[in-house]
Every structure is written in C-alpha cells, then in structure tokens.
Nanobody, 123 residues
C-alpha cells in the first residue's frame, strides 16, 4: 500500500522560510518522480516543483523559481521542499504527489497523493 505523508506546514510571516517534507512508503523515489502541487484558496491546483525519479532533473513553477528548492533524500525515501522568501500568494494546501513520469504542465497524471499540508503566509 502506497502512502505519502507530508509535514512541515504552518503559519509564517512574509519573508520567512519553511521546509516541507514528504515521506513515502510502498514506493521508491528511485522509480517515481515526485511533485509538490499547491492549491490556493479559490484557485486551481498548480505544480510548484518536480524532481525526476532518481533526482537528476528538477522543475520549478515560474512563481517560485529562485525561492523554492526541491530535493531528495534517497536513504530516507523522502522529498523536501525548501521555501524561502515566502509571500502571501504562497498560501495554500501543499500536496506531495508521485508518478511514473515527470509531468510539469499537468498534475492529473500523478498517481499517488498525500493528504496535504497547510501553508499560510500572513502578516
């Protein structure tokens, strides 16, 4: 049984940093690409960052480039998202998702999803 568990969300002020983690059981990030996908209130889900299976390639959404970093810990079978210089527009539920292909335009092909973790940025 595949399970993705996110952690690390919270309430922060603009300019602060947060680190989200996604720990997988039942699948390996050596074989699956991992994505962080967020859903802001009243908006469509958007792909924030993706890391290819094995960790060789990464992709960032335009709104988070230069501020967010996705990384993988192979030993822990975990994918992290370091978020710096947070802005109020970064508020939303952040989902970790895994899929066989590294999709960067469409979140629907991702097969496995976590429950999501809330990130709130507010002054």
């Amino acid at each position: 049984q595949v399970q993705l568990v996110e952690s690390g969300g919270g309430l922060v002020q603009p300019g602060d940093s947060l680190r989200l983690s996604c720990t997988a059981s039942g699948l390996s990030f050596d074989e699956y690409a991992a994505a962080w996908i967020r859903q802001a209130p009243g908006k469509e889900r958007e792909i924030v960052a993706v890391i290819a299976r094995g960790g060789g390639l990464t992709f960032y959404g335009r709104s988070v480039k230069e501020r967010f970093t996705i990384s993988r810990d192979a030993a822990e079978n975990r994918v992290d998202l370091q978020m710096n210089s947070l802005e109020e527009l970064d508020t939303g539920v952040y989902f970790c998702a895994a899929g066989l292909a590294m999709e960067v335009r469409d979140w629907t092909p991702y097969q496995f999803w976590g429950q999501g973790t809330q990130v709130s940025v507010s002054s």
